[in-house]
């Protein structure tokens, strides 16, 4: 079982440059998100996405985009890299009759170091 | 605002002592609230929800709402529970989860 699936696991970027963090889910959850992982901040949600067509932002949403075309992917894109999007990076899907049971399933993660 | 509050960054005990990572929150609302974990190498996993009122791995963690707190418990530590530790509540009716601060339980042999 493949679950949550992120790629790169390790990622580094200079400053203005541009890139998509993947994530694939094969367990056809509908819930996905995106949420960045900070010493001292704990994680807080970017962007999330309710179905296939539609996302929403969550705390922390500037500087990135997301689209969900398909029900099994949910890119995430940084247009212009920063050192303040050094972070760890995990996506995290759910069933769809457990959205509201608080069960994410997590990726591994991604780590980003912007120079 | 919705908010969870981990107020320790580390809390390392000795083997077979008791433990309590603490977490408070700040919601309008009946909360729903969960502990997850991330053992070294490993994904980020739940470890139990406040609704099932359940034990996992010898941990317990009950809800208080007068003191909106919803702390977690084990009453001798093992260590193989050092890992990281994530309070987090359900925001609205769309499933955002809301994380705190994390806390690292270091258990020393």
């Known amino acids: 079982n493949a679950g949550v699936t992120q790629t790169p696991k390790f990622q580094v970027l200079k400053t203005g440059q541009s890139m998509t963090l993947q994530c694939a889910q094969d367990?056809?959850?509908?819930?996905m998100s995106w949420y960045r992982q900070d010493p001292g901040m704990g994680l807080r949600l970017i962007h999330y996405s309710v179905g296939a067509g539609i996302t929403d932002q969550g705390e922390v949403p500037n500087g990135y985009n997301v689209s969900r075309s398909t029900t099994e992917d949910f890119p995430l894109r940084l247009l212009s890299a920063a050192p303040s999007q050094t972070s760890v990076y995990f996506c995290?899907?759910?069933?769809?009759?457990?959205?509201?049971?608080?069960?994410?399933?997590f990726g591994e993660g991604s780590r980003l170091t912007v120079l | 605002a919705q908010r969870v509050t981990q107020p320790e960054k580390l809390l390392s005990v000795f083997k077979g002592a008791p433990v309590e990572l603490k977490c408070n929150y700040s919601?309008?609302?009946?909360?729903?609230l969960f502990w997850y974990v991330q053992y070294s190498r490993q994904r980020l996993q739940l470890l139990l929800r406040h609704i099932s009122r359940e034990s996992i791995k010898g941990f317990t963690a009950d809800l208080n709402k007068g003191e909106t707190s919803f702390h977690l418990k084990k009453p001798f530590a093992q260590e193989e529970d050092s890992a990281m530790y994530y309070c987090?509540?359900?925001?609205?009716?769309?499933?955002?989860?809301?994380f705190g601060q994390g806390t690292t339980l270091q258990v020393k042999p």
């Open positions: 919601y309008s609302g009946s909360p729903e």
């Open positions: 987090a509540l359900i925001s609205g009716n769309t499933g955002k989860l809301i």
């Open positions: 995290a899907s759910s069933y769809p009759a457990s959205i509201n049971t608080g069960e994410l399933f």
């Open positions: 367990m056809n959850h509908e819930y």
